[in-house]
């Protein structure tokens, strides 16, 4: 053997570019180690790799050199329903005889694709060769699974043959098109009406003064959908149900994130006051100067008073955290969905580290890390569910307490809440004739409690002077009772069933606009009327009871929507299970392919 006089680079060696090694003038010959290098314009498979292993292993496909031995079906020249028990081989090369073909364009590439027509028992079978000219495939039983593995061009020229048309309507599908596709998804140059991107800008557009959602938040889903559209381009054939239910699931969770971005921010007063003349029950009432201007509103008389809103216990802080929680989980799902993209349809395939096993590792990480992030955001929802139904569960502790007070035998007994305050029959009670024809005395309401926004407290809480001092107005030190006998999140969420003159009457949690429930159940507990001066409110058992339903009713629709939630999850859980099995069986088969080839 000659050898090389020095240890030199490559090229000293005369065995640059595509050159091999010569082990000696007249012996064998080694391709250049170069070209199996990583990082080489080869690939990871030489191209001279694949066409020895051509050699080695030949697909018999009827070309030359490439015949199957042995002698050809009986039927070859005239083939009948026996066709679909031939070898393989033999179904090759009689398509590749065919004189038949479907022709076209596909991704700017032409084609010219060999098809033979059978006819087996009274229906017209068709059989096309595949753009390698490997396989032999059936068009005529074809399902949805084995059109989505056709190549762009099979694809193309299975839309054009005989029996497309009734193979679409069978399995649901549609020839893909441009306007098609705009309408089921839209692009940012032509988002049709009634598609999702539509759909999504438009509700962005429409969204209220204090939603907190940024278009950069709004991009996170338009992004997604730009994603699928550019995945569904690649295909001739499309399935319109997969493209509206994956639509629909990228809406579907750009509605949730909107809804807690929505939410109106709480609103609450430090005290509302209303002085009445006592000698004049039609005056108009004043408003005091404690407050905020900015939510003073003007009630059906043209009363002036301050108000405010209760969306949640803890001035919103559980929903806004939500929210954040569901835009976190969306960049996790948009990164997966671009990187796998770009997997699929850049040269990243070229990449002598992307083998099959390391590719399909890749892809099954990105799988795991898209269904992750559903999974996620499914958890938050259910979090917030769980917050909201605590808040319900302590309003029907306390209404079931005061139920408790009242006896069955009494029909037309009235009580307060918790049973705090004088009864109906008190003498106490304050009553219209107390107070006609005083005109130096007023009615003073205050509710208050700035710790927690629940306006709570009574007349007799007030530090005035002259009202304090006058034995004529009954003094109800409710407020403070209350204040004593409830701990915090029980203040606090007695805030979110008021239904006083000076509380707004839409205050929906994000978790209840999604279950459906068009209105919270609500109760008076402050009597704001002439003879009630703010105590609170004197109601029949009967009032309880209905309120106690509705709630209870709020409750089973806000459970279903938790079951609900736990079912999505654990789907996308199994989906993430699915594709690490599929995986492993891919890897699994690949080993046992080379372990077998290895004791060939």
């Known amino acids: 053997m000659a050898i090389p006089p020095q240890v030199s680079p490559w090229q000293n060696w005369g065995n640059s570019g595509d050159s091999v090694l010569q082990l000696d003038s007249t012996g064998d010959q080694q391709i250049a180690a170069h070209l199996r290098m990583p990082g080489t314009g080869y ?58 073909s479907i022709s076209g364009t596909a991704g700017g590439t032409a084609f010219n694709l060999k098809t033979l027509s059978l006819t087996v028992g009274g229906q017209t079978l068709q059989f096309m060769l595949s753009q390698d000219g490997q396989r032999v495939i059936n068009l005529t039983t074809l399902q949805k699974a084995d059109i989505a593995k056709l190549t762009l061009a099979e694809q193309t020229a299975l839309t054009q043959s005989s029996g497309w048309s009734t193979l679409k309507d069978t399995l649901g599908l549609d020839t893909a098109s441009t306007t098609l596709l705009n309408q089921l998804i839209g692009t940012p140059s032509n988002a049709s009406a009634g598609s999702p991107r539509k759909l999504i800008v438009d ?15 709004v991009d996170l889903f338009l992004d997604q959908l730009a994603v699928m559209q550019r995945r569904f381009e690649g295909s001739a054939i499309i399935d319109q149900n997969t493209i509206q239910l994956e639509t629909a699931k990228i809406v579907e969770r750009f509605q949730r994130a909107f809804d807690f971005a929505n939410t109106e921010p709480q ?20 408003v005091g100067t404690t407050g905020n201007a900015a939510d003073v509103q003007t009630g059906p008389s043209g009363d002036g008073f301050y108000t405010a809103k209760t969306i949640s216990s803890d001035d919103n802080a559980t929903i806004k955290r939500g929210y954040e929680e569901f835009l976190r989980a969306e960049r996790q799902i948009l990164a997966a969905l671009e990187t796998r993209e ?40 259910m979090k917030q569910l769980h917050k909201l139904l605590t808040d319900y569960g302590i309003m029907q502790r306390l209404v079931n307490e005061t139920i408790g007070y009242y006896n069955a035998k009494e029909s ?24 006609q024809g005083k005109a130096d005395s007023y009615v003073v309401r205050r509710y208050e409690d700035s710790e927690t926004g629940v306006n709570l407290s009574g007349t007799g809480d007030y530090a005035r002077e002259d009202i304090q001092t006058n034995d004529d107005i009954p003094k109800y030190e409710w407020g403070q009772q209350l204040y004593n006998l409830l701990s915090q999140s029980e203040r606090r969420a007695i805030s979110m069933f008021m239904d006083e003159s000076y509380m707004r009457s839409t205050n929906l949690h994000p978790m209840e606009v999604r279950a459906g429930v068009e209105e919270r159940p609500k109760i008076d507990l402050v009597d704001d009327s002439n003879s009630g001066d ?11 009871d209905s309120f106690s339903t509705q709630l209870s009713d709020r409750v089973t629709i806000l459970n279903q929507q938790n079951q609900i939630k736990q079912n999505e999850i654990e789907n ?27 004791r060939i």
Do not use: C
């Open 534 to 544: 703010g105590s609170l409110f004197l109601h029949r058992k009967g009032k309880w």
């Open 43 to 100: 690939g990871a498979v030489p191209t001279a790799y694949t066409t020895a292993a051509q050699l080695v292993y030949p697909t018999y496909d009827g070309s030359v050199g490439k015949t199957l031995p042995g002698p050809l079906p009986t039927d070859y020249a005239a083939p009948t329903e026996n066709f679909l028990q031939w070898h393989s081989a033999h179904q090759l090369q009689k398509l590749r005889e065919s004189t038949t």
């Open 267 to 286: 609103q609450t007063i430090d005290f509302y006051r209303l002085y009445e003349q006592k000698d004049d029950r039609d005056a108009t009432p004043g």
């Open 572 to 598: 996308d859980k199994k989906q993430e299970n699915r594709h690490f099995d599929l995986a492993n069986n891919a890897l699994r088969k690949m080993n046992d392919m080379l372990l077998t080839i290895g």
């Open 203 to 217: 509700t962005f557009a429409g969204r209220a003064s204090w939603n907190s959602m940024t278009q950069a938040d």
């Open 412 to 435: 037309d007994e009235k009580r307060r809440f918790l049973n705090i305050g004088a009864e109906a029959d008190d003498p106490d009670d304050i009553d219209d004739d107390q107070t």
């Open 342 to 381: 770009s997997v699929a349809n850049s040269v990243l395939f070229r990449d002598p580290k992307l083998d099959v096993p390391n590719l399909i590792f890749r892809l099954q990480q990105l799988y795991e890390f898209e269904a992750a992030g559903r999974q996620d955001a499914g958890t938050e929802e």
